[in-house]
T-cell receptor
């Protein structure tokens, strides 16, 4: 089945450690995105990538890094520089249509807790 | 400035009744898209419905319809015949086509369907 997978669903890390969140899609979508969601709030964009080997910072990129070496994969690294990394992380992908609908479809999310 | 405003933190509706979730937006871009997503307790964001700024008719998808009032900059989601499974967080989002790949989300409305 086509879709977006994120692993793991729950992740625990000690403060000061870098951690990488996985996001894979087999929808043949060109664009991929990472969002952060804090309790009771909407989503905020961390990074996005429109094509392989290219990515752009979103609103809250500080303390995060990404790579896009393959179309299917867009891993997010939460570095020790991120002051408050505990949050729910959502990955999304989209395909640009001629009409400009560009709907984003989301993975199941990873809940990161830094102890 | 807040681009997407959802003024109802929480809403209750009786099963089988209709409910309207409010969303207002702010943009000077003539070309934009409005999206509604559902987020159940599992965390995954589920795409529900899309409305383009140039669409002449209100979007509908099954029990979901979007009451698009362009002059008032509102894009309210109407859920007809509510079901217990509709209980979730609902997010309104906007993408301005000149702001490449920058999708803005509201803070969300928590809908509870009562039996």
């Amino acid at each position: 089945d086509g879709g977006i997978t994120q692993s793991p669903k729950y992740l625990f890390r000690k403060e000061g450690q870098n951690v990488t969140l996985s996001c894979e899609q087999n929808l043949n979508h060109d664009a991929m995105y990472w969002y952060r969601q804090d309790p009771g709030q909407g989503l905020r964009l961390i990074y996005y990538s429109q094509i392989v080997n290219d990515f752009q910072k979103g609103d809250i990129a500080e303390g995060y890094s990404v790579s896009r070496e393959k179309k299917e994969s867009f891993p997010l690294t939460v570095t020790s520089a991120q002051k408050n990394p505990t949050a729910f992380y959502l990955c999304a992908s989209s395909i640009r249509l001629a009409a400009g609908t560009d709907t984003q479809y989301f993975g199941p999310g990873t809940r990161l807790t830094v102890l | 400035a807040q681009k997407i405003t959802q003024t109802q933190p929480g809403m209750f509706v009786q099963e089988k009744e209709a409910v309207t979730l409010d969303c207002t937006y702010d943009t000077s871009d003539p070309s934009y898209g409005l999206f509604w997503y559902k987020q159940p307790s599992s965390g995954e964001m589920i795409f529900l419905i899309y409305q383009g700024s140039y669409d002449q008719q209100n979007a509908t998808e099954g029990r979901y319809s979007l009451n698009f009032q362009k002059a008032r900059k509102s894009a309210n989601l109407v859920i007809s015949a509510s079901q217990l499974g509709d209980s979730a967080m609902y997010f309104c989002a906007m993408r301005e086509w000149e702001e490449d790949n920058d999708m803005r989300f509201g803070a969300g409305t928590r809908l509870t369907v009562k039996p």
